[in-house]
């Protein structure tokens, strides 16, 4: 009896020690990257803040991906719901993994994946791992994700991402009120994911970019083989994927173009190139870009939004939720949204 009582005691001390050990966690991770960009933490917290089972549509890719597609504007063009699930410099197989964490607690009609990925064959750096992996819960996706072997994590750093307490506990001396505040905060992210730009940095390059040459035009291996399981789990989920390209002057190109299509072609995957639809877009290289064409600004994304909505809406037939009474935070989240316009620089 003494022996139970003594080992009873390890196991509780055991469990409170675990316990106290991820309450503490979230005090640590730096909770804001760049002031002037805002928090992109929200980005991802803000996705596992959606009603479970309430998306229709879920992007999911780079910054491509949340710099040039508004769901709030698909939403009040059409009325599907959406959410941008991306990530600086996010991989294809860091996509991969996403996707299985949407599949966890959306049912999404559709997945839309960024595709200029394909042509990297070499996993993120540890800054913008970070984005993407200390703000997801932990769980056996995120676990998953960060041993497999694609990423080339090894030693500390496996465990650093696991937990990121072990990264960060000296920042002990650093910590202020937006450590305790947003620590346990739910992070609701009324953009659904789209990061705001409004400044304007014309794009100076050549005008018929999609004729240049780029040294990097061949997939990867490792990215196929995951945009490959990406269709698997798409189909074990009952949910439909199409491959996407945002215009894109600096990194993109009709060799590119070329071999996503051979790729979408032979994998029965619905390819949408936005570089070959700029006079429909209506993209304008001195108005639409805020760096010079890495990125879509708010003028930008309203067009490639508006067109990207439509293309869903008609070739996917997703529903209309604007008169459900269900979906009335997404007009909560639309005021907020054009507030948020409004205030911002």
Known sequence: MKKLAIVTKVVVFFIIGVVLFFLISPIFVPKTINKKNGFYRTI???????????????????????????????????????????????????????????????????????????????????????????????????????????????????????????????????????????????????????????????????KDYMKKKLPKNKLGKRATEYLIKIKELCEENNAKLALIENPAPNVWNLEKNREITKLATRYEIPFLDLNMKLEELGIDWNQDTHDKGEHMNLQGAEKVSKYIGKYLKENYQLPDHRREKKYEQWWQDTSLYKEKIRTEQ
């Open 44 to 206: 991802i917290q803000g996705f596992y803040q959606e009603p479970e089972n309430s998306l229709d549509a879920v992007f999911v890719g780079d910054s491509s991906i949340y710099r040039a597609i508004s769901p709030i504007i698909m939403w009040e063009e059409y009325g599907f719901t959406s959410y941008d699930f991306a990530s600086p410099a996010q991989k294809i197989w860091d996509s991969y993994y996403c996707i299985k964490e949407v599949f966890k607690y959306q049912k999404p009609k559709i997945i839309v994946l960024h595709i200029d990925a394909a042509f990297h064959d070499y996993p993120m750096n540890e800054f913008n791992k970070r984005h993407l992996y200390d703000n997801m819960p932990t769980s056996i996706n995120k676990v998953e994700a960060i041993i497999d072997p694609v990423q080339k994590n090894k030693g500390a750093q496996l465990y650093d991402l696991i937990f990121p307490i072990f990264r960060f506990h000296s920042r002990w001396s650093e910590l202020n009120s937006d450590d305790f505040e947003y620590a346990y905060t739910k992070m609701h992210y009324c953009s659904k994911g789209y990061l705001l730009a409004k400044g304007k940095k014309p794009y100076k390059g050549e």
